[in-house]
């Protein structure tokens, strides 16, 4: 009994879901939350994560941003760091001239 509560607590992210965190497993579903809920004040952290080294992050977060702007700039998830810098560099640009995410 001891060992199946153990199993299934560690099955789950001990920390909650949040744009901040440094955990995939706790920042993808904020991020998705986010796009879902069209939480533009979240934009300019989903830019900040756009150069973030996990890929599944990277995916969650141009998801976000293209179902709340629209945009994608070029950008793909995919790509290695270089290949990536002109595309966020342009949505860095667009948080510029869009400093309220509208």
């Known amino acids: ?5 153990v199993c299934v607590g560690g099955c789950f992210s001990p920390d909650p879901k949040s744009l901040t965190s440094d ?3 706790s920042a993808i579903p904020a991020i998705k939350e986010a796009g879902e809920k069209n939480d533009r004040a979240a934009i300019p952290r ?4 756009l150069d973030d080294n996990d890929s599944a992050m990277r995916f969650a ?6 179902k709340m ?4 700039f070029g950008y793909r ?6 290949a990536r810098r002109p595309a966020i560099e342009r949505w860095r640009q667009w948080l510029k001239d869009h400093p309220s995410g509208q």
Do not use: C, R
């Open 77 to 82: 998830y995919y790509d290695d760091e270089f």
């Open 1 to 5: 009994m001891i060992l199946a509560g």
């Open 23 to 25: 955990s995939p497993p």
């Open 61 to 66: 977060v141009i998801n976000a941003l293209q």
């Open 46 to 49: 989903l830019v900040q994560d």
């Open 69 to 72: 702007t629209g945009q994608d």
